[in-house]
């Protein structure tokens, strides 16, 4: 007898790669971050599904999928840009203290447990001093386009070490300034148009 659900079953996940060269049209029903920031699916698909970490009426925040590192989040736009090179200074300070909002999260809740296991260990001055040097190792940036898999502009949040394997490409990605670009480097971009307007 048919199975009245073989075909639910058989329904593929949500798709974690998205581009495009020419912008397709309603591409908020067809982008995946799209459709995590107007709450229409859960980071993680259907079948990993997460809550968000953070949302306000411009950004939305959620931890990576497939996690590269110790600790690690995403942080996108409600609207969609198709990448870091079309936002503005503004949406650029929003999405960066969110990032740095997540990491103060995370940093306080990492220190607190490990005190509270250093006591119980007696070693209470010397674990707390190796969690805010593993604290300290932290990145924000965006993938450099076109080489993100996602075209929906999105800021990494991490706490390093990296965790992917060595040999993975995405590693390479996330260690090599020549395939992502910093806040800094985004603002110093525009200060360097700004420059050639003026001149």
């Not at 995403?74 to 503005?88: A, D, G, P, Q, R």
């Amino acid at each position: 007898m048919e199975d009245p659900n073989q075909n639910e079953k058989q329904k593929p996940d949500e798709p974690d790669v998205f581009r495009y060269i020419t912008k397709p049209s309603k591409v908020e029903d067809k982008c995946i971050f799209c459709k995590i920031g107007a709450g229409k699916l859960k980071p993680g698909g259907k079948k990993h599904p997460k809550e968000l970490i953070y949302q306000n009426e411009t950004v939305a925040a959620f931890g990576d999928m497939k996690p590269g590192a110790v600790f690690h989040s995403l942080v996108i736009t409600k609207k969609h840009y198709k990448n870091c090179w079309e936002i503005s200074p503004s949406i650029l300070d929003e999405m960066e203290q969110c990032g740095q909002n997540i990491l103060n999260d995370f940093m306080n809740t990492a220190n607190t447990e490990n005190g509270n296991l250093s006591r119980d260990e007696n070693e209470n001055e010397e674990g707390s001093a190796s969690a805010n040097s593993r604290m300290s190792s932290t990145r924000m940036f965006f993938i450099r386009p076109p080489f993100n898999s996602v075209y929906h502009v999105h800021l990494h949040v991490m706490v390093l070490p990296l965790t992917d394997f060595i040999f993975n490409l995405r590693r390479l990605g996330f260690s090599s300034s020549w395939f992502y670009v910093t806040p800094e480097e985004l603002r110093r971009y525009w200060e360097s148009k700004e420059e050639k307007v003026s001149e």
